[in-house]
């Protein structure tokens, strides 16, 4: 039983253009969402999170929009650059403090020049 | 600071061995996580470990074993290996400060099941 899901495993983007990454998940006691980033070789690390009593968090070039009501949560990098090229993973938790997190299969991310 | 290391980077067995793999964390990070990684699956969560103690875990059969050591290194074990074993296994460690957006991953170890 998949949790958490990104529906879409590859996305092309521009650079320069926004990319989006949509992610969505099943369990409404969720509460803290966060978003990682792999290269191949290395581990993943740590982007944005957002908490489940705010809709958006906003770092850099980087936003998170959450849709409580629609289980759903989208990453939006603005504008898009050749480094952003990775594997994108949503992951969700049931408290800020939880170890646990619980994946998305993960988005291959390209961008092209 | 030294990052999340694992070894060894890459392990080929054969169905039915036994594997040990190890995780040194960040050094003053007390908390350390195996996660699982396959392409269809994505990440899944293993256990975590604190202070030597496994305080979460994971929806894995009891081949796969973990512990932590007093100087917070921890090793995970797996018993029987199976095909479908075949994954990267990451680790991730963690400050006391038990936020889960502070968790540094390691770069995994490659386990291929012939």
């Known amino acids: 039983d998949q949790q958490v899901k990104q529906n879409s495993p590859s996305l092309s983007v521009q650079e320069g253009r926004i990319s989006i990454l949509n992610c969505d998940y099943t369990?409404?006691?969720?509460?803290?969402f966060l978003w990682y980033k792999k290269y191949p070789a290395e581990g993943p690390t740590f982007l944005i999170s957002i908490s489940s009593i705010k809709d958006k968090n906003e770092d850099g070039r980087f936003t998170v929009f959450l849709n409580k009501s629609a289980k759903h949560l989208s990453l939006h990098i603005v504008p898009s650059q050749p480094g952003d090229s990775a594997v994108y993973f949503c992951a969700a938790s049931l408290d800020q403090g939880a170890q646990k997190l619980v994946f998305g299969q993960g988005t291959r991310l390209t961008i092209n020049p | 600071k030294a990052g999340v290391t694992q070894t060894p980077r890459y392990l080929i067995k054969t169905r039915g061995q036994q594997v040990t793999l190890s995780c040194s964390p960040i050094s003053g990070h007390r908390s350390v996580s195996w996660y699982q990684q396959t392409p269809g699956q994505g990440l899944q969560f293993l256990f975590e470990y604190f202070s030597e103690t496994q305080r979460n875990k994971g929806n894995f059969p009891g081949r796969f074993s973990g512990r932590q050591f007093s100087n917070s290194r921890s090793e995970m074990n797996v018993s029987t290996l199976e095909l479908g074993d075949s994954a990267l296994y990451l680790c991730?460690?963690?400050?006391?400060?038990?936020?889960?957006?502070?968790?540094?991953f390691g770069p995994g170890t490659r386990l291929t099941v012939l």
């Open positions: 369990n409404s006691m969720f509460d803290y």
């Open positions: 991730a460690s963690s400050s006391l400060a038990l936020r889960a957006d502070t968790q540094y």
